[in-house]
């Protein structure tokens, strides 16, 4: 690719990729900024309408107040009160006017509807309470067959300022229909929702007649709920996506709202999209042009260059540039101006040197093939004298083998008598421990002998005494057994007795009871003494055979003790001799390491002749290689400097 293309896709890169940026945040901004635009006019429009409302409002109030002030209304004068009314109905042609007494009774009216009863409306009661301005919700007139919204405020005592009557007006939502009708226009629609959520004034008049509900929108019950302005984006799958700016009336409680097409915002974001696009294109085209000028300037005197190079690549060194600027191009122009007369200077000079370098090759030559000749002498004496350092080299080496490894026996032999000295300590050591362990058991053996001897003594005083204890049993049984014949007997002759001898039969059967369990029960405790006495003599006869099997055992750990007394001596005795062997090894192996370093030494110094001896047999096959490169070389260099001088030819200085 071309230095001209290049440029001109870096600066077209370099222009179009910030306009983009700068045209996709511009409209970015710019559509964040219609919305907020159009969001702040439709709540200017909407506080317009509540504006309208309210003065519509004002007016109505201003004129029953001014009702409620007039003297024949506060007179409760039904007569002229009536005349009254009638000449305000004439100027007030909307509005309906009626006065209510403090029951809820209306007792005159402006217009020809009936009279009623107001009393259980909340709007009547709030306004018996004193306050000033009372606005109903919407309701449905009978009589009018319209919805209205009355407005209510007291008539008062001129003297004490008391309540004493209510002096009622009712509006029509005609005139705040026809305010939201006129208010909407290109698209947007403004209605009103009274404080229930329904439609109370709207361009259609079918959704007012209807009284549409409209707290399905969650907008309208938060706006209702929190008493707030604001502004929703709502979702349409048939009308599209709207905008509703709405405006809580804290007055009314009403809620002004106006609906704006999101398509509104779209027209004029793509006009204003269509106008960057438009402006950016014609950017680039003149950002192109620019560009392409710029980057024929910068190539046209570069390409110029570039022939006149080709030209001198190919000998010619007669060629000029003729580049008349003062830019970093002028200056290249001029440094290659300057290059091509030196190089008519450099060229000049290898043409006379060459020849001079082609007569001193030929010379060289001669004289390194004699060198080479000298250094091959040298090169077949040293390697004769390298072989038989060699030689020597590695009988030295042999020998340093063997006395290492003989040394390395040498101390095998000195750790293991080490060790072996070591082992008969621990031997003395654990045969002492056994011996005094011997002593031990053998005194735990005396004692077991003569516990046991106490225990079968007591075993058998045991017996004997469970003997006297079943003696003594036989004896109760047999007390018992001749209580039962007694207390048989005596009731017996209570039952001769007859009555008299009836108490008597009762403690002679007691008696009888008490005396076959005592022979029961002493007949079971002779069984258990006679277990007792026959496991007696068993524990007698083990603990029998238990003394002698302790006794036999005493003898014996004796007649160990007496060898193990035996062996500690001769343990000893041998612990003596490994201890003065393992001396002697001792000093045998720092004598063999002394042998080995003075071997090591002299096999280093054999092996740092031989390595001498390689180094200068090596440097003599160098230089010998050496002198036959230089010769080499130097045939190289006349052949070099022949084809330097025809090289040169070519260029016409």
Same mark, same amino acid.
């Given at each position: 690719m071309?230095v001209?293309k290049?440029?001109l896709?870096?600066?077209m890169?370099?222009?179009?990729?910030?306009l983009?940026?700068?045209?996709?945040?511009?409209? @970015?901004?710019?559509?964040?900024?219609?919305?907020?635009?159009?969001?702040?006019?439709?709540?200017?429009?909407?506080?317009?309408?509540?504006?309208?409302?309210?003065?519509?409002?004002d007016?109505?109030?201003?004129?029953?107040k001014?009702?409620?002030?007039?003297?024949t209304?506060?007179?409760?004068?039904?007569?002229?009160?009536?005349?009254?009314?009638?000449?305000?109905q004439?100027?007030?042609?909307?509005?309906s006017?009626?006065?209510?007494?403090?029951?809820?009774?209306?007792?005159?009216?402006?217009d020809?509807?009936?009279?009623?009863n107001?009393?259980? @409306?909340?709007?009547y009661?709030t306004?018996?309470?004193?306050?000033?301005?009372v606005?109903?919700g919407?309701?449905f007139?009978?009589n009018?067959?319209?919805?209205?919204?009355?407005?209510?405020?007291?008539?008062r005592?001129?003297?004490?300022?008391s309540?004493?009557?209510?002096?009622?007006?009712s509006i029509t939502?005609?005139?705040?229909?026809e305010?939201?009708?006129?208010?909407?226009?290109?698209?947007t629609?403004?209605?009103?929702?009274?404080?229930?959520?329904?439609?109370?004034?709207?361009?259609d008049q079918?959704?007012?007649?209807d009284?549409?509900?409209m707290?399905?929108?969650?907008?309208v019950r938060?706006?209702l709920?929190?008493?707030?302005s604001?502004?929703?984006?709502?979702?349409?799958?048939?009308?599209?996506?709207?905008?509703?700016?709405?405006?809580?009336?804290? @007055?009314?409680?009403?809620?002004?709202?106006?609906?704006?097409?999101?398509?509104?915002i779209?027209?004029?974001?793509?006009?204003?999209?269509?106008?960057?696009?438009?402006v950016?294109?014609?950017a680039?085209?003149?950002?192109?042009?620019?560009?392409?000028?710029?980057?024929?300037?910068?190539?046209?005197?570069i390409l110029?260059?570039?022939?006149? &190079?080709?030209?001198?690549a190919?000998?010619d060194?007669?060629?000029?540039?003729d580049?008349?600027s003062?830019?970093?191009?002028?200056l290249?122009?001029?440094?290659?101006?300057?290059?091509?007369?030196?190089?008519?200077?450099?060229?000049?000079?290898?043409?006379?040197?060459?020849?001079?370098?082609?007569?001193?090759?030929?010379?060289?030559?001669?004289?390194?093939?004699?060198?080479a000749?000298?250094?091959?002498?040298? &090169?077949?004496?040293?390697?004769?004298?390298?072989?038989?350092?060699?030689k020597?080299?590695?009988i030295?080496?042999?020998?340093t083998?063997?006395?290492?490894k003989?040394?390395q026996?040498?101390?095998?032999?000195a750790?293991?008598?080490?060790?072996?000295?070591?082992?008969?300590?621990?031997?003395?050591n654990?045969?002492?421990?056994?011996?005094?362990?011997?002593?031990?058991?053998?005194?735990?053996?005396?004692?077991?002998?003569?516990?046991?001897?106490?225990?079968?003594? &007591?075993?058998?005083?045991?017996?004997?005494?469970s003997?006297?204890?079943?003696q003594?049993?036989d004896t109760?049984?047999?007390?018992?057994?001749?209580?039962?014949?007694?207390a048989?007997?005596?009731?017996?002759e209570?039952?001769?007795?007859?009555?008299?001898?009836?108490?008597?039969?009762?403690v002679?059967?007691?008696?009888?009871?008490?005396?076959?369990?005592?022979?029961?029960? &002493?007949?079971?405790?002779a069984?258990?003494?006679?277990?007792?006495?026959?496991?007696?003599?068993?524990?007698?006869?083990?603990?029998?055979?238990?003394?002698?099997?302790?006794?036999s055992?005493?003898?014996?750990?004796?007649?160990?003790?007496?060898?193990?007394?035996?062996?500690?001596?001769?343990? @000893?005795?041998?612990?003596e001799?490994?201890g003065?062997?393992?001396?002697?090894?001792?000093?045998l192996?720092?004598?063999?390491?002394n042998?080995?370093?003075?071997?090591?030494q002299?096999?280093?110094?054999?092996?740092?002749?031989?390595?001498?001896?390689?180094?200068?047999?090596?440097?003599?096959?160098?230089?010998?290689?050496?002198?036959?490169?230089?010769?080499?070389?130097?045939e190289?260099?006349?052949?070099?400097?022949?084809?330097?001088?025809?090289a040169?030819s070519?260029?016409?200085?």
């Amino acid at each position: 690719m071309s230095v001209k293309k290049k440029l001109l896709i870096i600066m077209m890169l370099m222009s179009f990729i910030p306009l983009i940026v700068l045209s996709v945040v511009s409209v @970015r901004y710019l559509s964040t900024k219609l919305e907020e635009e159009t969001i702040n006019q439709c709540e200017d429009l909407a506080e317009n309408i509540n504006l309208q409302i309210n003065g519509y409002l004002d007016k109505s109030f201003i004129a029953i107040k001014s009702i409620a002030a007039n003297p024949t209304v506060q007179a409760f004068d039904l007569p002229n009160v009536k005349t009254y009314l009638l000449q305000v109905q004439k100027v007030y042609t909307e509005n309906s006017f009626s006065l209510d007494d403090t029951k809820g009774n209306q007792v005159v009216r402006g217009d020809a509807i009936p009279l009623a009863n107001i009393w259980e @409306r909340p709007f009547y009661q709030t306004a018996l309470n004193g306050q000033d301005e009372v606005i109903s919700g919407v309701v449905f007139s009978k009589n009018s067959n319209r919805f209205v919204v009355n407005i209510v405020t007291p008539v008062r005592n001129p003297d004490n300022n008391s309540v004493i009557g209510i002096m009622q007006g009712s509006i029509t939502l005609t005139k705040i229909s026809e305010f939201v009708t006129n208010l909407s226009k290109n698209g947007t629609v403004a209605y009103v929702i009274d404080s229930e959520g329904k439609i109370l004034a709207h361009p259609d008049q079918t959704m007012v007649k209807d009284r549409t509900d409209m707290n399905d929108a969650d907008f309208v019950r938060q706006a209702l709920a929190d008493k707030k302005s604001g502004f929703v984006k709502l979702e349409d799958n048939n009308s599209g996506a709207k905008l509703v700016t709405y405006v809580y009336d804290d @007055r009314t409680g009403w809620l002004i709202c106006l609906e704006t097409p999101y398509s509104i915002i779209t027209a004029k974001t793509q006009s204003l999209l269509l106008i960057i696009g438009l402006v950016t294109i014609g950017a680039l085209l003149c950002t192109g042009v620019l560009a392409f000028f710029i980057a024929n300037s910068f190539s046209k005197p570069i390409l110029k260059m570039q022939q006149i &190079a080709s030209k001198i690549a190919e000998g010619d060194l007669k060629q000029t540039i003729d580049i008349q600027s003062n830019d970093e191009i002028g200056l290249l122009a001029s440094a290659f101006t300057a290059m091509v007369r030196n190089l008519k200077k450099l060229i000049g000079q290898v043409q006379e040197n060459s020849q001079q370098l082609a007569a001193s090759s030929e010379e060289l030559t001669a004289t390194t093939e004699q060198s080479a000749t000298a250094v091959n002498q040298v &090169a077949t004496s040293i390697a004769k004298v390298v072989q038989d350092t060699e030689k020597q080299s590695t009988i030295v080496n042999a020998t340093t083998n063997t006395v290492k490894k003989m040394s390395q026996d040498i101390h095998h032999a000195a750790d293991n008598a080490e060790q072996v000295n070591a082992n008969s300590m621990n031997a003395v050591n654990a045969a002492q421990d056994g011996g005094t362990f011997v002593e031990s058991a053998i005194k735990k053996m005396v004692d077991i002998e003569q516990t046991v001897g106490s225990s079968a003594a &007591a075993i058998e005083k045991l017996g004997d005494r469970s003997k006297e204890i079943g003696q003594i049993i036989d004896t109760i049984s047999g007390i018992a057994g001749q209580t039962n014949l007694l207390a048989l007997n005596a009731a017996i002759e209570a039952a001769r007795a007859g009555e008299q001898g009836r108490g008597f039969a009762v403690v002679a059967e007691e008696v009888r009871k008490l005396a076959e369990q005592s022979q029961d029960a &002493a007949k079971q405790i002779a069984v258990l003494i006679e277990k007792i006495q026959s496991e007696t003599n068993l524990a007698v006869a083990s603990m029998q055979n238990g003394t002698e099997a302790v006794q036999s055992g005493t003898g014996v750990i004796n007649m160990v003790g007496q060898s193990f007394t035996t062996i500690i001596q001769a343990i @000893r005795e041998l612990a003596e001799q490994v201890g003065d062997t393992s001396k002697v090894i001792g000093e045998l192996d720092k004598d063999s390491q002394n042998v080995v370093i003075s071997m090591q030494q002299i096999n280093e110094l054999t092996q740092h002749t031989t390595d001498e001896m390689q180094t200068v047999s090596a440097a003599t096959e160098e230089q010998s290689a050496s002198m036959e490169e230089i010769a080499s070389a130097s045939e190289s260099l006349s052949k070099m400097a022949q084809k330097l001088q025809e090289a040169v030819s070519k260029f016409h200085i």
